[in-house]
């Protein structure tokens, strides 16, 4: 997986970075579902988690999008910058995605 969204657990949080793109209704979102990868670069599917991000959290940036075709749907643009995540926030396993 070329997934590039990174988290890297400290202590009790994630820290969060990268972005995601096609996110359709993300700026009405509370809360975001976001794979992250948190293996190492070459751990392919088994270095993949889910995390739940609060859209509102310090450094998530949710723009909109314009596309040619499209507005009705509201295609945004999340960005992620040192956003802290509590591991508490975890789906499942770390590093088990897709598992």
Request: hydrophobic share 35%; with cysteine; aromatic share 8%.
């Amino acid at each position: 997986s070329n997934l590039q969204t990174i988290a890297v657990r400290k202590g009790d949080h994630y820290i969060v970075n990268g972005s995601k793109k096609w996110i359709t209704g993300g700026h009405m979102a509370d809360y975001l579902t976001v794979a992250v990868r948190t293996g190492d670069e070459g751990s392919g599917m088994m270095g993949i988690s889910i995390l739940i991000i609060d859209s509102k959290s310090p450094g998530v940036k949710i723009r909109k999008m314009k596309t040619q075709f499209d507005t009705c749907h509201s295609t945004t643009f999340v960005l992620l910058e040192d956003v802290k995540v509590p591991v508490e926030n975890l789906v499942g396993q770390e590093n088990q995605g897709f598992f």
